[in-house]
């Protein structure tokens, strides 16, 4: 019987044996296994409603951060308070990290962790010029006149992405869950100056997948065409030759002469260009006084289109043009690329994964004095919206079909290099014109507040995700490069010897600083900056027609 059995027992063990593949077939079955999420869906719920509840604990923390971020008021390549107050927090928080990156003395990168996949995460930090202004106060009232301040509210995306990248390494370490984090900043956004040179100096190379946080006033992500223009931003420098504008003019060359030449040229090509563009210019130089026949004058161009090529191409004309202007003005001309951004396309993938935890965490509960300021403000811009903050998550997901252009982000550049997406958060008000002192009034009260909790929660919910569920970052890949980059390539509009722009605003913000930093937060002191400044909550015209007998304040200050 057992000599039976020991036979059966061979036959059994040879056949086994026999079959091809069979320990790599059952390896690669397990591991298989593993590919869909590393934690089981009890506990990857379990972990979830931790972070919801985590990030409410931190709701101070992230307040505090905005309000500091906000009353720093620095403008794009000199945000330098706001880049050292950042770095101390995530240095106090165990990240590492590099300064200066790519010669920018205000940009950084944080890491933290081990093993893929590594996550970045990013926001803008500069501000906005000439848009100082109290938060609160529903009409203009400027902290300091003249001076910058947020007024695109980029003072909180960087306290959303902390707060959510803590709440998750605190997971991390406890749960040992491999990855690495990886947090940066947007510096000069508003001059698109910087991301395209980070790709270019290969501080991506190695980043899996991008999460951008955006101000907005809606819960909202998108995948695919997102609709706007990319862009180049160009310098024209002139030079001719001075001379006694009334004693001997015709000795004179005018570099300002070529300046305006140019911008006329510029002006009558517009009839011959794609509804689809846009182009604006500043003249930056225009000599020194009336009576000296200016010898050096610039321009500086913003050429804005839907494609590479089509953005190339405006940027070509507007070198012809403006050589032109110096054969009528016997001048000499130089440019300089000052800053890039190409057209935006951002990862189907992730998109829907974020989309799904925007339908979980929601829209935040606005307060009566919240809905107040936004309906009083509308009243006071006449805005076209006249029904307060958000009260429906933004359903719209899926790429523009048909876009006349529009706005430029140079996260646009990140994007079409690895998977990447923008999670817009509602810490406006919406109906203001952009880019003006009005975008800034909520940007340190409790809209702004709470739209960054809300932003945070989806944020942390979605590195989970990316962390536990490994095929995430393989599908958000495999759109990439399949269907993004399938018949549409990456080529950078600055060159190998494009220099960033470092030297941009520092005249401004030596003019400002000094007042400003007399009204820095102090949130030893204070429980908010409005608390700092003396401002009560809302505070509104009392002749507005949106009053409905609400007690308003008397905004304080310097």
């Not at 180049?232 to 420098?237: A, G, I, N, Q």
């Not at 090509?269 to 604006?280: F, N, T």
């Amino acid at each position: 019987m057992k000599k039976n059995v020991y036979a059966l027992f061979k036959l059994m063990l040879l056949f086994w044996l026999c079959q091809p593949n069979t320990f790599a077939q059952s390896k690669k079955a397990s591991t298989a296994s593993t590919e869909v999420t590393l934690i089981d869906a009890k506990k990857l719920e379990k972990l979830r409603k931790e972070i919801l509840e985590e990030i409410d604990k931190k709701q101070v923390f992230s307040q505090q951060m905005v309000d500091m971020i906000f009353s720093f008021g620095e403008l794009g390549f000199q945000e330098y308070e706001t880049s050292n107050y950042i770095t101390n927090i995530l240095e106090k928080e165990g990240f590492t990290i590099e300064k200066g990156v790519s010669g920018i003395p205000t940009a950084w990168i944080a890491k933290w962790g081990s093993g893929k996949p590594v996550i970045a995460l990013g926001s803008d930090i500069d501000c906005i010029p000439k848009a100082s202004q109290k938060p609160g106060v529903a009409y203009h009232d400027p902290i300091i006149e003249g001076a910058p301040g947020h007024g695109e509210g980029h003072n909180s995306g960087q306290a959303l992405n902390i707060t959510a990248a803590l709440v998750i390494k605190k997971i991390m370490e406890r749960e040992k869950i491999a990855g690495t984090l990886v947090l940066w900043p947007g510096v000069a956004e508003e001059l698109v100056g910087t991301k395209a040179i980070f790709v270019r100096d290969g501080h991506f190379k190695n980043i899996d997948a991008c999460i951008f946080t955006h101000v907005a006033n809606n819960l909202g992500v998108q995948w695919g065409d997102n609709g706007g223009n990319g862009l180049v931003s160009v310098k024209f420098s002139f030079e001719g030759e001075a001379a006694h504008a009334a004693g001997a003019p015709w000795r004179g060359k005018s570099a300002l002469d070529a300046v305006e030449l140019m911008n006329i040229g510029w002006n009558f090509k517009r009839e011959h260009l794609y509804p689809s563009q846009r182009s604006h210019y500043v003249i930056v130089d225009g000599g020194d006084q009336p009576n000296v026949v200016p010898s050096k004058a610039s321009v500086w161009y913003y050429f804005r289109e839907r494609t590479y090529p089509k953005i190339k191409e405006l940027y070509d004309a507007g070198v012809a043009i403006a050589k032109g202007a110096t054969m009528m003005t016997g001048t000499t001309m130089s440019y300089e690329v000052l800053g890039s951004a190409w057209p935006g396309h951002f990862n189907k993938p992730i998109a829907e994964n974020v989309f799904e935890h925007i339908k979980r965490v929601g829209l935040p509960k606005w307060s009566e004095e919240d809905q107040l300021l936004a309906t009083s403000l509308q009243a006071e811009l006449k805005s076209p919206e006249k029904k307060g903050l958000a009260m429906k998550i933004d359903t719209t997901i899926e790429p523009v079909l048909v876009s006349m252009g529009g706005g430029s982000d140079d996260i646009a550049d990140i994007s079409w290099n690895l998977p990447t997406v923008v999670l817009r958060y509602p810490s406006n008000i919406p109906g203001l014109p952009g880019h003006h002192w009005a975008n800034a009034i909520s940007m340190a009260t409790p809209i702004a507040h709470k739209g960054v909790t809300a932003g945070a929660k989806v944020e942390a919910l979605t590195l989970l995700d990316m962390l536990v569920k490994p095929d995430l970052i393989t599908k958000a890949w495999d759109y990439y490069k399949n269907e993004q980059t399938k018949d549409v390539k990456y080529e950078s509009l600055i060159s190998p010897t494009d220099k960033p722009a470092i030297n941009l605003n520092q005249q401004i913000m030596a003019k400002f600083r000094p007042e400003m930093k007399k009204v820095y937060y102090d949130p030893t002191k204070y429980k908010s900056y409005m608390e700092q400044l003396g401002i009560t909550y809302p505070t509104i015209r009392k002749t507005s027609s949106v009053e409905n007998n609400a007690t308003t304040g008397k905004s304080g200050g310097n």
